[in-house]
């Protein structure tokens, strides 16, 4: 591989050590100065809680190693501007793991803006339903500590989808419905709709939480059509102009539904493959 697992560190020693043997990991510790002092690392992956963030990147940043950071990077702008400084003074690079951003059917829908067959990007409509526990609980997560805590734990991903396509999020206005008690006595929104201005367009997130149905899709509508991903599904579809004004909607139609039962059955054709372990 492209990369070597050298170190591993918690706090919670034995399972760390749990870690390196299931993983082979030759060195093991319970404090990052001590693993800092003992190794040489190029690039620590931080996973910490999200409020030691901050804290644990910027001790690798000040001991010379690069850093990839679990989301949220940070849980203040004030904090992420400190590491993003520290970054810059010592000439390290810093990572945050988008990861919705590198999904297939997202790099497909980049892919195809980048074609220029849609023309310009206007508007992101980006959704995420997400199923949750909210009625018994327990709710010990750290997303469950604060009404905020929630969005901070799943907004960085469609807003790294959103910055992709349209740019720095410059305004923003948020309605938020659903109130109710958590377990633990925690007030909690189940359903937040934001509109974002951005450099380049315009953006709308949706999240839900609690319901029973799994759903994370982008709709990006641009000057010359438009296009859709369906994250959880593993399909995607698009419509553009043509000349062919009055079998414009049939063709479209017809090419969509042929494209979305193939990927489907590709997508079945995956999984079975993946249960069976020939894939």
């Known amino acids: 591989g492209f990369a070597e697992l050298v170190a591993v560190c918690d706090r919670d020693v034995p399972k ?74 010592h000439g390290r690079q810093i990572g945050v793991n988008h990861n919705l951003t590198f999904m297939p059917t997202i790099l497909r829908l980049l892919d195809e803006i980048r074609s220029c067959r849609l023309g310009g990007v206007q508007h992101v409509s980006v959704g995420f339903n997400l199923p949750m526990k909210l009625a018994s609980g327990p709710h010990t997560h750290w997303m469950f500590a604060s009404p905020e805590h929630i969005i901070l734990e799943v907004a960085p991903h469609p807003v790294s989808v959103v910055e992709r396509l349209v740019g720095r999020v410059t305004g923003a206005g948020t309605a938020i419905s659903g109130k109710r008690t958590l377990s633990n006595g925690q007030t909690f929104y189940s359903s937040w709709q ?12 949706s999240f839900e939480f609690g319901g029973h149905y799994r ?44 494209a979305v039962f193939g990927q489907g059955v590709r997508n079945f054709g995956a999984q079975i493959s993946g249960m069976l372990g020939v894939a």
């Open 194 to 205: 934001s509109s974002l201005a951005c450099e380049r367009g315009t953006a709308q997130l």
């Open 16 to 89: 760390a050590k749990a870690f390196q043997q299931k993983w082979g990991v030759a060195g093991v510790y319970g404090s990052v100065d001590e693993m800092i002092q003992n190794e040489k690392l190029d690039v620590v992956h931080v996973l910490l809680p999200p409020t030691a963030h901050g804290q644990g990147a910027l001790a690798c940043i000040q001991n010379g190693c690069h850093v990839f950071v679990e989301k949220p990077f940070c849980v203040s702008s004030a904090e992420s501007r400190r590491v993003i400084d520290a970054g810059r003074e």
């Open 215 to 258: 759903g994370t899709t982008v709709h990006v509508i641009c000057q010359d059509g438009e296009a859709f991903a369906d994250v959880v599904r593993n399909t995607f579809r698009l419509s553009e102009k043509t000349p062919y004004y009055r079998t414009e909607n049939l063709r479209d139609a017809w090419r969509n539904g042929l």
